[in-house]
């Protein structure tokens, strides 16, 4: 029987993709079946994955209309026929032994899934790599362990989503389980409320230690699939999945204590991507429309309990405000705008030496009607603070 099938999804990409093939088909192990599915490329991708797979029998080669990536990863599971499944994207590559590294570990252990670190190198249009691990994800994984049941998997899955290694699809999962569940094909965010959704699946679970898949990513934003691209629907993706992981926890009766400042806290944390997606050159949102969302949207209640469960309010007004201080200095907003009240709280926050009118600017812009959540107000509070101490300025407020 086939130990592996890989799975490789690609679109339009003539350039890198017979890279990623080659890091597959040099594995000393060769007992593999490499899928790839052409999502209706219109270059050279598509003839270049035919005259591989003549030349090569483990090579299987799916052509489908154009459906996104998800939609590539669900139509090549349902073909594969090997006892586990790894996915490699088109622009990344496998490390050299990485298939006889997890064929030994099956051998030893037989385990549902086999949790592998990726590593995340920052590089030029040459795959030269300029940064490594630019997101210092090593570190984050520094032992190989074993989890033989499905108690110690429910146990352990907060150290899965601490060490992101639930937070993506580059895992090697057995075949009967990754054909339980399709990955959704309408968010960004699709391979984490996958590895959700499976859970419950999984009753053993190993950790790898070695570095198994190398992702790349470019310097020139265009170039990524899809990091500095802008999705409207990125907030209620992160609020889904922040609800998705509480359910599962609920479901597995995890005290609360264990688990909620993990989730609450990344939550948080979002919302710094979350501002830097309104950022993307391809947001089609006026500097005033992206002000709004941000000062009427990113607050919602879910937000709300995740900083009352972690006493994130002052992190949480820092992020925001911090996101908002980059978008006007990108773009602006002008003196007659309905958002006005917005630069002039954060010019009158950030003045060094305050007088009565910067109090009066920041007290407006917190109660401000378009800023129903008062974000601000924690600074707003402690600059108060700070003045009936020191009895300096604002007499008048």
């Known amino acids: 029987m086939l130990m592996f099938s890989m799975i490789m999804p690609v679109y339009n990409n003539e350039k890198y993709f017979p890279l990623a093939v080659k890091s597959i088909l040099e594995q000393d192990y060769t007992n593999f079946e490499l899928i790839i599915v052409d999502d209706g490329s219109t270059d050279k991708t598509s003839g270049l994955a035919d005259e591989m797979a003549a030349q090569d029998k483990r090579i299987r080669v799916i052509h489908q209309k154009n459906q996104w990536i998800y939609a590539s990863f669900n139509n090549g599971i349902k073909a594969a026929q090997g006892e586990y499944i790894y996915i490699v994207n088109s622009d990344d590559k496998l490390e050299a032994g990485a298939l006889s590294l997890m064929a030994e570990k099956i051998k030893e252990y037989h385990p549902d899934i086999i949790w592998t670190k ?113 999705y409207p629907y990125v907030h209620s993706m992160y609020n889904e999945i922040y609800e998705q992981h509480k359910r599962l926890f609920s479901g597995w009766n995890v005290l609360k204590e264990d688990y909620i400042q993990l989730i609450g806290k990344r939550r948080i944390a979002e919302l710094t991507t979350e501002l830097r997606n309104l950022q993307a050159a391809n947001c089609p949102l006026s500097p005033e429309e992206k002000l709004e ?60 030496e305050k007088d009565d009118d910067d109090f009066r600017k920041i007290e407006k812009a917190v109660f401000h009607p378009l800023n129903p959540q008062h974000i601000g107000s924690v600074f707003y509070k402690k600059l108060l603070q700070g003045q009936k101490q020191y009895g300096t300025g604002t007499e008048n407020i």
């Open 118 to 230: 990726v590593i995340a190198h920052l590089c030029d249009s040459d795959q030269k790599i300029i940064e490594y691990d630019k997101y210092r994800l090593d570190g984050l994984v520094t032992q190989e362990k074993y989890y033989k049941n499905a108690e110690e998997v429910r146990k352990a899955w907060v150290y899965f989503i601490s060490s992101s290694l639930a937070y993506n699809q580059a895992n090697l999962y057995r075949r009967e389980i990754m054909q339980r569940q399709q990955f959704r094909n309408d968010v960004y965010g699709a391979d984490v409320l996958y590895n959700i959704s499976i859970a419950d699946y999984i009753h053993s679970a190993l950790v790898l230690k070695e570095p198994v898949y190398i992702h790349y990513i470019y310097g020139d934003p265009k170039m990524n699939a899809s990091i500095g691209k802008y």
């Open 293 to 352: 969302f941000v000062f009427k949207t990113c607050v919602d209640e879910i937000v709300k309990e995740c900083i009352q469960e972690t006493g994130g309010e002052e992190e949480t007004e820092s992020r925001i405000l911090s996101g908002v201080r980059e978008l006007l200095i990108k773009e602006g907003i002008c003196e007659g705008s309905k958002m006005y009240f917005v630069y002039e709280l954060l010019d009158s926050l950030l003045c060094y």
